[in-house]
């Protein structure tokens, strides 16, 4: 492992790369602990301190690297982008323009990319402004005001400030992406996780018992080395190309095979069911507090939450409900997403377009229906194992009764990340004749 390290840094192409990645990184997790202007720094140490993570504002949180709870410039994280990305993929699918540029290749990726920064700029500003409201009337900190000077003149310039770290941060991934290693906007992700990670055991720590957890850590780590080998799960479907003489030449009779993931729709489904999952907790804190608004908080809570939500949502502890219906959610919305990822009459249409077939599978509509059966096939496995995966550290938290910050979602992308950062590096190395990581 030491002679991998030394021959990347060897190479000097790579080592610049590595060093301008790690360049972008100190800027980032700077940027994360600077303070908006207009806040109350003393209230917002007193709100950090109470505050447990967990829930979909501490997965924000999380994806933030701890910036959101020290409304930082960089409090909306890298997650505006990666909802705008949802969007342009979903709309893609409705929109036969957008379904054109893509199929256009790089100008029209170009195209989309640029519509995805406006879409995610109007998303900081919506993000922004919700969340300077939310923190300046207690709902999500315990009654803490953290904005005392809520006018209109200070609530804009904190609303410009966070959505200008967004685009700044947004920047800073594409520049990763260009001159650094790996794709720059899961690297943030990547970098903000990590930079959580001890925080969120300490907290585990402070409340549970030594077996306890030790028993999360093992449970952690399971988790992992699960997600690793279901990342690399495929099934293999064989492709013959049919032989054309032209002249001289024969073309085709080759073979090849299209690669269907095991967890095809990646970690999108888990982030949809826990979105969906926090609409009645954000409800729950936007009703009165008297009359029916109390009725529905009440209900909310027995069904939903224990403890009646923690510090203003910011930290609830799960129900076995809410276990029940995330994990449901994140099964339908892994069928969802996979059959938005991959369309078997489109697959099947260009197969038979450039002359080849499924062994045993007669071309049309009798390949259409053999790629359906066979994806409905492998996705069941991959979305049982998204569920198990986004639900685990919830069951352990709710069987011991303390509250669990890390999620499932958090190991998901630390370890996607890891295992695609490792594959370029390798790509990088293999090119110089020297043995990487993964041989």
Do not use: C
């Amino acid at each position: 492992m030491l002679s991998v390290f030394r021959n990347m840094f060897r190479i000097r192409d790579l080592r610049h790369k590595i060093l301008f990645t790690l360049f972008i990184f100190g800027i980032y997790r700077l940027g994360a602990a600077i303070p908006v202007p207009g806040v109350d720094l003393d209230r917002v140490q007193q709100y950090t301190q109470v505050a447990e993570q967990s829930g979909f504002l501490g997965i924000l949180n999380l994806f933030s690297g701890g910036a959101l709870e020290q409304l930082s410039v960089f409090s909306l994280g890298i997650m505006p982008y990666i909802t705008a990305s949802i969007i342009m993929q979903l709309l893609a699918v409705v929109i036969p323009k957008l379904q054109t540029l893509q199929d256009e290749g790089e100008t029209g990726r170009k195209v989309i990319t640029q519509w995805t920064r406006y879409l995610t700029v109007a998303l900081a500003l919506l993000q922004s402004t919700g969340f300077t409201f939310l923190f300046h009337s207690g709902a999500f900190t315990g009654n803490i005001d953290l904005i005392p000077d809520y006018t209109p003149r200070n609530v804009l310039l904190i609303v410009l400030t966070m959505t200008a770290g967004t685009a700044l941060i947004m920047w800073l991934g594409e520049l990763i992406t260009q001159r650094g290693i790996g794709n720059g906007m899961s690297l943030i992700i990547f970098v903000s996780i990590v930079s959580q990670l001890p925080s969120q055991f300490a907290i585990v720590q402070a409340n549970a018992s030594p077996f306890q957890f030790a028993f999360i850590v093992l449970l952690m780590l399971g988790l992992t080395v699960g997600i690793i080998f279901m990342d690399q799960g495929q099934r293999r479907i064989p492709i013959q190309f049919s032989r054309r003489v032209r002249g001289r030449r024969v073309l085709g009779g080759q073979s090849t095979y299209i690669p269907l993931k095991v967890n095809m729709a990646g970690v999108i489904p888990v982030i949809f069911a826990t979105s969906v999952m926090y609409f009645p907790v954000l409800i729950s804190s936007s009703l009165p507090s008297s009359g029916w608004g109390q009725a529905v908080r009440d209900w909310i809570n027995n069904n939903l939450l224990t403890g009646g939500g923690g510090h203003g949502g910011v930290g609830f502890s799960p129900s076995l409900g809410y276990i029940l219906i995330l994990a449901l959610l994140v099964i339908f919305f892994t069928y969802f997403y996979t059959a938005i990822q991959f369309d078997p009459e489109r697959q099947a249409e260009t197969i038979q377009r450039q002359g080849g077939f499924i062994p045993g599978i007669r071309p049309g509509r009798a390949t259409v229906r053999h790629l359906e059966y066979v994806l409905s096939r492998i996705t069941l496995p991959g979305s049982f194992y998204l569920a198990l995966v986004a639900v685990a550290p919830s069951i352990a938290g709710f069987v011991f009764g303390i509250p669990v910050g890390l999620s499932g979602v958090s190991i998901l992308i630390v370890a996607g990340v890891a295992l695609e950062t490792m594959k370029q590096v390798e790509s990088q190395l293999m090119m110089r004749n020297y043995e990487g990581f993964l041989r």
